[in-house]
């Protein structure tokens, strides 16, 4: 009888999680922090296996496929800049992506470093 529960939960908590991993992605937008990559990363590979440049539309997010295209609106002035995911991260609270250089040029966020964003996929 206890194997039995023990199974069902397990189950359970299995469907559960497959739901909840499925919800975050089906709202399709996100709001939360953007910063972009440092120099220093230009070349480096990335997640995906590529190499990273600055001069790339590209960016990190920490589950989304990669190849995924994603629209980042800077909520401080409505610029918007779509790039394709091909990293991981960002790893610090509160960010929800990392651009590349390029991209954060777009949405003119390069001298504040950190900005609010919405991404829509």
Not at 26 to 51: I, M, P
Not at 82 to 94: A, E, H, L, Q, T
């Amino acid at each position: 009888m206890k194997k039995e529960i023990s199974l069902l939960m397990l189950i359970g908590l299995l469907i559960f999680s497959s739901c909840a991993s499925i919800t975050k992605h089906s709202a399709r937008s996100e709001k939360g922090l953007a910063s972009y990559y440092a120099n220093k990363f230009d070349g480096r590979k990335t997640a995906s296996g590529e190499r990273y440049h600055h001069s790339k539309l590209t960016a990190a997010h920490r589950s989304l496929p990669f190849g995924t295209m994603v629209t980042v609106e800077n909520l401080r002035n409505g610029k918007t800049v779509k790039v394709r995911i091909n990293d991981r991260g960002p790893f610090v609270s509160g960010r929800v992506i990392d651009l590349s250089k390029k991209a954060a040029k777009r949405i003119d966020m390069i001298r504040d470093g950190v900005v609010p964003v919405r991404i829509k996929y």
